[in-house]
């Protein structure tokens, strides 16, 4: 059974001062034990949010790590020393793959990275408005996964418990979301794509797979709707403990109906014996 994740990516917003006190509010509006919430916010503020949180049980997610362990990399940030701070990463945002020019080869380099620092990774893909209506997206969603993680040990990904969150471009930011339908088939495809990678079966469909691009409260409900999307990354809205209320509150219907339906699962199986 997979877990029901709602991460919450607060972009280049908030300062030290002010996300203590806003990622305590979304702490105590989303108590919502069955879902896995994660807070990104930008690097400068990872230790106050940590320290509003503590005790919350809600995890911190830094939104970037470099690919090489250390370093002349002025500015840049590794996962050395994230720790303590943060115990999740997003790794090849679209907003990073455009304005940082990562490569899906430098990506593989930052999940790696990630899983020797000991951070679970966020791996984002998706395909821009002209692929998708060309009829590529799945080809370039494909490419992106297999150039990310085709020269990474499957073993050590699924230790490392990685996340793909399917984040078609043309629907961050822009208050354009996709069909649930089509995400869902995403998430279908991109659990077949690591199969071909060399994960097992059972690896493969214990892959959770998120969805990103304009997620709201009031959509949230198209996607855990699908069995195959197991939670959202989420930009703008999550920076409206409101909007997290209502986000959280769905994502723990669908995490409740998963407990459920693998007990059922767990009662038939004992019954076969
Ligand atoms: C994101 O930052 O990953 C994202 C999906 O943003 P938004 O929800 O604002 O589209």
Request: proline share 5%; glycine share 12%; aromatic share 4%.
């Amino acid at each position: 059974m997979r877990p029901v994740i709602i991460a919450a990516n607060w972009k280049m917003n908030s300062t030290p001062a002010a996300a203590g006190p806003l990622a305590r509010e979304i702490a105590s509006r989303t108590r919502e034990p069955t879902v896995v919430r994660v807070v990104c916010p930008p690097f400068v503020c990872l230790a106050a949010v940590r320290d509003a949180v503590a005790g919350e049980g809600i995890q911190i997610g830094a939104q970037d790590v470099h690919q090489e362990p250390a370093g002349a990399f002025t500015g840049w940030t590794s996962a050395a020393m994230l720790a303590g701070l943060a115990t999740w990463v997003i790794v090849g945002h679209s907003e990073r793959r455009r304005d940082a020019h990562e490569t899906d080869a430098v990506i593989g380099r930052k999940v790696a990275r990630a899983l020797e620092g000991g951070l679970r990774p966020i791996l984002c893909v998706g395909e821009q408005l002209a692929d998708r209506e060309a009829g590529r997206a799945l080809q370039v969603v494909a490419d992106q996964v297999r150039g990310a993680l085709g020269g990474l040990d499957p073993e050590r990904l699924v230790e490392g418990r990685l996340v793909v969150a399917y984040e078609p471009v043309w629907a961050i930011g822009t208050g354009r979301n996709a069909v649930g339908s089509d995400a869902a088939e995403m998430a279908e495809a991109i659990r077949r794509i690591v199969a071909d990678l060399g994960w097992t079966g059972p690896e493969a469909a214990a892959l959770p797979v998120l969805y990103g691009g304009s997620v709201t409260s009031a959509n949230i409900g198209e996607f855990l709707a699908e069995p195959t999307i197991d939670g959202a990354l989420v930009g703008g809205a999550s920076l409206k403990p409101d909007e997290m209320a209502g986000i959280v509150g769905r994502a723990a219907m669908t995490a409740r109906a998963r407990v459920d339906a693998g007990a059922a699962v767990d009662r038939r199986e004992l019954k076969i014996r």
